[in-house]
């Protein structure tokens, strides 16, 4: 189903509620935007065009399917619907290994944990 523009405050209720989200950056190729750790948050898979080297812990185990061409998305799609259709098991470990990616490396914990780190560690010198 394609969603009309929404306002960003509503972004991430969207996203929570999809069963799998279509990621296109076409001028955020060697980052990763923030939709990709929002739906891995909430356990959603997503397609991405993202540069796979921006975040090795992102990859198909945890729920982001990358593609640099159409072709390529298609098969990433159909690969889900596979999965979806004919192994929900994975599936829902695949949505399990998303959020607890996320939670682990990608949530504000996960960064102020890393930030107090290295103010301790940097706080004698």
């Not at 990763?32 to 185990?61: E, I, K, Y």
């Not at 929900?88 to 944990?113: H, T």
Request: proline residues 5%; aromatic residues 12%; glycine residues 2%.
């Amino acid at each position: 189903e394609h969603i009309a523009p929404v306002p960003i405050s509503m972004t991430y209720d969207l996203i929570a509620d999809s069963e799998a989200i279509l990621d296109i950056n076409p001028l955020f190729y060697k980052g990763v935007h923030d939709r990709v750790p929002s739906a891995m948050a909430n356990g959603v898979p997503v397609f991405t065009n993202m540069n796979q080297r921006a975040n090795l812990t992102m990859n198909r185990r945890n729920g982001v399917f990358y593609y640099h061409t159409e072709d390529e998305l298609k098969d990433r799609m159909k690969e889900w619907q596979e999965l979806s259709e004919h192994n929900p098991q994975e599936l829902i470990e695949m949505r399990w290994n998303a959020y607890s990616r996320w939670k682990a490396d990608l949530s504000w914990d996960a960064a102020a944990s890393r930030f107090l780190c290295l103010v301790r560690d940097n706080a004698w010198k």
